[in-house]
């Protein structure tokens, strides 16, 4: 059985399931699945995803983790997804479902996904601000101030 997910953004996880005397997995098989995990992804308005796969024996939840979080003990090889190229009656279902997006990667609803990367600025400004609001929760600072005051 071979696990796949789309790396660096949430998504659904797609195991392509291979049993003993079975046919073989090809090549067109692991694309078609590639594809599917980077559709069902929030790197769906991307032209391509990376993929990454593994084995299912080495996927591991870590104990206390949400659901869906997942430990990967040995990588496989690193697929491309192109999430363009699914069927278009999964692209139907997807949109009777609630969830439509344009050709620009807004949703219909006018909002834009959220963006699979941080951008340094944006992590600065997060940090900042929670060091702001540890500040204010300080009691020891809040005394101080207040002893200001008066």
């Keep these: 059985d071979i696990w796949m997910h789309s790396r660096g953004c949430p998504g659904a996880h797609v195991l392509l399931c291979n049993r003993r005397g079975g046919p073989e997995i090809k090549d067109e098989d692991l694309q078609f699945a590639a594809d599917l995990a980077a559709f069902y992804s929030d790197a769906r308005t991307e032209t391509r995803a990376k993929i990454t796969t593994a084995e ?5 939840k870590p104990r206390g983790a949400p ?8 990588e496989g090889k690193m697929l491309v ?7 278009p009656e999964l692209k139907e279902a ?3 479902s609630g969830v439509a ?6 949703r219909k609803l006018g909002t834009r996904a959220k963006n699979k990367k941080r951008t340094a ?4 400004a997060r ?6 609001e540890a ?5 020891r600072r809040r005394r101080k101030e207040e002893q200001d005051f008066y």
Excluded: C, F, L
Excluded at 56 to 60: L, R
Excluded at 67 to 73: E, K, N, P, Y
Excluded at 101 to 106: F, T, V
């Design 56 to 60: 299912s024996k080495h996927i591991t």
């Design 67 to 74: 659901m869906g979080a997942v430990s990967v003990r040995q």
């Design 81 to 87: 997804g192109r999430p363009d190229d699914v069927a």
């Design 94 to 96: 997807r949109e009777k």
């Design 101 to 106: 997006w344009d050709e620009m990667g807004y």
């Design 121 to 124: 600025s944006v992590e600065k």
């Design 127 to 132: 940090k900042e601000k929670n060091r702001e």
């Design 135 to 139: 500040k204010g929760k300080n009691k």
